[in-house]
């Protein structure tokens, strides 16, 4: 049973961690999603120095970033995945997000913006939001997550990264 590593992030608003570098490194991940608020190039230029990346733009992603999608569709194995960086939340998401879905009939739906780590569902779409790993917003704590994609089923395993305080290092989850 092979299964795809995928490190997914959002709202790292022009810093990325240098031990989540580590972390996606030492995981050998086979792919990044970033889901929006990058901040600056030099993330994006990091985050594909370690594994191909998807990536949409984010409310704050502005010049040289432009010019990024703000929604992306792709399979990881078996599974259909689409990524936006503003979508509400499984509970209400908005209109866009709900559109998204309604027409390509994801398995996963990607976002980002809130800074709130969440996982549900919405009309069969597995939603998952990392949260925020950057040290830029009202969040409390950094998180990011990998997700497991068996590549013949399609089964799923996800783990999350705590990566600490907005104002502290990289420390593993306890849960």
Same mark, same amino acid.
């Given at each position: 049973m092979a299964?795809?590593?995928?490190?997914?992030?959002?709202?790292?608003?022009?810093?990325?961690?240098?031990?989540?570098?580590?972390?996606?490194?030492?995981? #050998?991940? *086979?792919?990044? %999603?970033?889901?929006g608020d990058i901040g600056t190039q030099e993330v994006v230029d990091q985050l594909e120095s370690i594994a191909p990346l998807q990536v949409v733009k984010g409310n704050i992603d502005g010049g040289e970033l432009r010019f990024l999608p703000e929604i992306c569709v792709f399979s990881v194995g078996p599974r259909k995945i689409v990524l936006r960086h503003i979508a509400g939340?499984?509970?209400?998401?908005?209109?866009?997000?709900?559109?998204?879905?309604?027409?390509? #009939?994801? *398995?996963?739906? %990607?976002c980002g913006h809130s800074h709130i780590p969440v996982v549900g569902r919405v009309k069969g779409a597995l939603w998952v939001n990392p949260g925020a790993c950057g040290r830029v917003g009202f969040h409390d704590l950094r998180f990011a997550l990998f997700l497991y994609v068996d590549e013949d089923?399609?089964?799923?395993e996800m783990e999350r990264i705590h990566l600490g305080s907005r104002v502290s290092?990289?420390?593993?989850?306890?849960?």
């Open positions: 299964q795809i590593k995928v490190g997914i992030l959002s709202d790292t608003h022009g810093w990325l961690d240098p031990e989540l570098v580590d972390v996606f490194r030492d995981k #050998q991940v *086979d792919l990044l %999603i970033h889901a939340s499984p509970r209400s998401p908005n209109m866009a997000a709900r559109a998204l879905i309604a027409e390509h #009939q994801p *398995d996963i739906f %990607i089923s399609g089964a799923l290092g990289f420390r593993s989850d306890p849960s």
